[in-house]
């Protein structure tokens, strides 16, 4: 069974720094991209980053790009987002997942998912 436990979110000001973790069980780590998902109320899901654990390469939204890093831990079947110079509009649920194939910042593109994790940036 495929499951991720997410950890990390919280409350934290703006300016201030958050690391994601998303712990990964019951598949091949190195077989897929894992991505990392964030949705606010009222709007879509949105994603964030991608990493493939096989070769590390990575994807990035716009609105996050040199403010947020992706990476992996492959003998921890980990993955973390170190979140840095955070905004009030990054407040959202965030969501790890598996990529199956399609796009990387397309939500349909992934099959399993994690539970989210909170994270609340206060101005």
């Known amino acids: 069974e495929v499951q991720f436990v997410e950890s990390g979110g919280g409350l934290v000001q703006a300016g201030g720094s958050l690391r994601l973790s998303c712990a990964a069980s019951?598949?091949?780590?190195?077989?897929?991209?894992i991505g990392w998902f964030r949705q606010a109320p009222g709007k879509s899901r949105e994603g964030v980053a991608c990493i493939s654990s096989r070769d590390g390469v990575t994807f990035y939204a716009d609105s996050v790009k040199g403010r947020f890093t992706i990476s992996s831990d492959n003998a921890k079947n980990t993955v973390y987002l170190q979140m840095n110079s955070l905004k009030p509009e990054d407040t959202a649920v965030y969501y790890c997942?598996?990529?199956?194939?399609?796009?990387?910042?397309?939500?349909?593109?992934?099959?399993?998912w994690g539970q989210g994790t909170q994270v609340t940036v206060s101005s």
């Open positions: 997942a598996t990529h199956r194939s399609g796009p990387l910042s397309t939500s349909s593109s992934y099959d399993y």
């Open positions: 019951g598949f091949t780590f190195d077989d897929y991209a």
